[in-house]
């Protein structure tokens, strides 16, 4: 069994900066891709950005330039650095990744997801 715990969400001024985590835990023998997302209020869920096993990323165009995406291999951990933050950025964050557990099972694995809140 595996586990994907989100940490980090705050309450920010716009044009302040939140750095997320992501830890995989339980019987975790490697990560593959990892990706955020966010859903807002009333909104569909919507992919922030995504990374390779190499550390290839990709983002979305509307947190491209503001938003990085990195991860910790030897953690278990990925991470989501937003600098720049606008009030349209507010929504719950959640971590994805594809998880190949000791047993060499591939897992799609979610989040519970953190709340990023930007308003002055």
């Known amino acids: 069994q595996v586990q994907l715990v989100e940490s980090g969400g705050d309450s920010v001024q716009p044009g302040g900066s939140l750095r997320l985590s992501c830890v995989a835990s339980?019987?975790?023998?490697?990560?593959?891709?990892m990706g955020w997302y966010r859903q807002a209020p009333g909104k569909q869920r919507e992919l922030v950005g995504t990374i390779t096993p190499r550390g290839t990323t990709n983002y979305s165009d509307s947190v491209r330039g503001r938003f990085t995406i990195s991860r910790d291999d030897a953690k278990n951990t990925g991470y989501l650095q937003m600098d720049n933050l606008k009030p349209e950025d507010a929504a719950v964050y959640y971590c994805?990744?594809?998880?190949?557990?000791?047993?060499?099972?591939?897992?799609?694995?979610w989040g519970q997801g953190t709340q990023v809140t930007v308003s002055s």
């Open positions: 994805h990744a594809d998880i190949i557990t000791d047993l060499g099972l591939l897992v799609d694995s």
């Open positions: 339980g019987s975790v023998f490697s990560i593959d891709n």
